[in-house]
């Protein structure tokens, strides 16, 4: 019986390698009988055996498994095929596009500039018909930056206060402003918060609104902008920003155009004016700030602050914008970068580098509405504000009680959760206080203020080593040094950070 199945084996072999021989031959030729398998199967199917059947079934099934591994793999080296080919061709494709997007983007800006300069009157005397002036404006490398130039054809453009307001002190600005934005805005903020936003403008370049959505943190420094006559410039960050050409821009080889970012653009006009300017980082944390502005940190570290710029591009021009000298365009004194941020999972933490050189505001609730009398603007020079911020820390330095208090406080803090705090914040502290008592305050609300903002946010960071009973000692210290009616703000948030640990 088993030689019975061997010999049709042999048989079915000897018929597939002839098959197998006519493929190599030619597939045109190959005239395989498959009907021969079935008449080869009949003539011996009926002596195989038990042995014999199992023997067949199991060929059968490795053949099915040979042919189907072998359909497998050439479907996919078909796909992988197809794949590469679709992939090549959607990167020239993107390639392409993109090429195609920045000529739009520079056909744009020649027509948004030209149809400036076709508005703009021909002022008398010009020596060139007003068509070659756009021209050679639009054939820049830098044509935002230039446009800014021709808006300042006398340079510096000076601000000047109202007669009938010389004289105006920072309190006053608090209380003008808050009513403006009630009134002109339909803003509400508490003066407490007014204040604290206006004396941080005394102690830093630098702040941070922070806080739930919806509390007013983009609209503060928008009013204040309005207010003061010289609107805040608002620049949404974005998640993929990892460096400054995100913030400033970048040069494009194929159009050979810089592309002039919103950012660039602020920051470039701040020079030109003597106003005080706001430029709004928008939800700062979406991104890491301390890659993307890196570079502005630092300078914001120099010793001579009139000095410090920001290089743009590395290789200048004689052409390029007026301020931009050497490649680097300066850092006005009169301009504050204001970020805003949202502390939810979306976005990334702020480290201690950061927070060290900034000013903090806390925006946990919407402030309630409010009635206010009317409020007219305040055309405000920077460099008066500056005179005001300069003789309030001449003339209200903080008091040598509160001084020794609060350095016995911070001693008490480094002792039971190591937090220290560096010379930059001390200096930022010695700047604030005054500042904020100038602006309607107390000292121990400032300091309040402070030790919210600067302190606790760096014990909380320790709250894993923190205890109920450290919380408590630090309450009753608090309470010891100012008095159980002082430190109203710092000891609620104590008091929900021990709930917390509960």
């Given at each position: ?197 206006i004396s941080s403008l005394g102690a830093s370049k630098l702040l941070i609104l922070e806080g739930i959505s919806g509390t007013g943190k983009t609209s503060l420094p928008y009013a204040m902008g309005r207010f003061f ?114 502390n939810d999972e979306s976005t990334f933490s702020i480290t201690d580098k950061v927070y060290d050189r900034a000013m903090v505001l806390e925006f946990e609730a919407k402030e309630k509405p409010f009635q206010a009398p ?19 820390k001449k003339q209200r330095p903080l008091s040598a009680a509160n001084k020794a208090n609060f350095d016995a406080l911070l001693e008490r803090v480094f002792e039971m959760f190591g937090v220290n705090l560096g010379n ?79």
């Amino acid at each position: 019986m088993e030689t019975t199945y061997f010999t049709f084996l042999h048989e079915i072999v000897a018929q597939a390698g002839q098959n197998i021989t006519g493929i190599f031959q030619g597939i045109v030729d190959v005239n395989a009988d498959f009907r021969s398998y079935h008449q080869v199967f009949l003539a011996y199917s009926s002596g195989f055996g038990v042995g014999g059947w199992i023997f067949y079934i199991a060929m059968i099934l490795i053949v099915i498994g040979i042919v189907g591994c072998l359909f497998t793999a050439l479907i996919y080296l078909i796909r992988r095929t197809t794949k590469h080919i679709k992939d090549g061709m959607n990167i020239n494709d993107l390639q392409d596009e993109n090429e195609r997007l920045h000529l739009e983007l520079y056909r744009l800006q020649r027509l948004e500039l030209g149809s400036h300069y076709m508005n703009t009157p021909t002022p008398a005397g010009l020596p060139q018909p007003q068509q070659e002036k756009d021209e050679s404006l639009l054939e820049k490398r830098f044509p935002r930056l230039s446009q800014i130039d021709e808006k300042y054809p006398s340079g510096m453009l000076q601000i000047n206060i109202p007669e009938e307001e010389a004289g105006i002190d920072l309190a006053e600005i608090c209380a003008r402003f808050q009513n403006f934005a009630c009134n002109s805005c339909g803003l509400f903020y508490s003066i407490t918060t007014v204040r604290s936003f206006i004396s941080s403008l005394g102690a830093s370049k630098l702040l941070i609104l922070e806080g739930i959505s919806g509390t007013g943190k983009t609209s503060l420094p928008y009013a204040m902008g309005r207010f003061f006559q010289n609107d805040a410039h608002i620049c949404a960050v974005q998640p993929s920003w990892r460096d400054k050409s995100e913030l400033i821009g970048y040069y494009n080889d194929f159009t050979k155009r810089f592309f002039e970012t919103e950012f660039l653009c602020a920051l470039y006009e701040s020079n030109y004016n003597d106003a005080t300017n706001f430029i709004v980082l928008d939800e700062v944390n979406l991104a890491r700030i301390e890659y993307y502005f890196a570079d502005i940190l630092s300078l914001m570290e120099t010793p001579n602050k009139n000095i410090a710029s920001l290089q743009v591009i590395p290789n200048p021009e004689p052409s390029d914008p007026k301020l931009l000298q050497n490649g680097s365009i300066k850092i006005p004194q009169n301009l504050y970068f204001i970020g805003t941020a949202n502390n939810d999972e979306s976005t990334f933490s702020i480290t201690d580098k950061v927070y060290d050189r900034a000013m903090v505001l806390e925006f946990e609730a919407k402030e309630k509405p409010f009635q206010a009398p009317i409020s007219k603007p305040l055309p405000l020079p920077f460099s008066y504000l500056e005179t005001l911020f300069e003789n309030a820390k001449k003339q209200r330095p903080l008091s040598a009680a509160n001084k020794a208090n609060f350095d016995a406080l911070l001693e008490r803090v480094f002792e039971m959760f190591g937090v220290n705090l560096g010379n930059r914040v001390m200096k930022q502290i010695e700047s604030f206080v005054p500042c904020y008592v100038e602006c309607g305050g107390t000292e121990t609300e400032a300091l309040d203020f402070l030790f919210r903002t600067k302190i606790m946010k760096k014990v909380v960071t320790k709250m894993q080593t923190a205890s109920q009973d450290a919380l408590e000692i630090l309450d009753k210290e608090i309470v010891n040094l100012f008095g159980d009616d002082s430190f109203i703000i710092s000891r609620s948030y104590l008091q929900k950070i021990r709930k917390g640990i509960r």
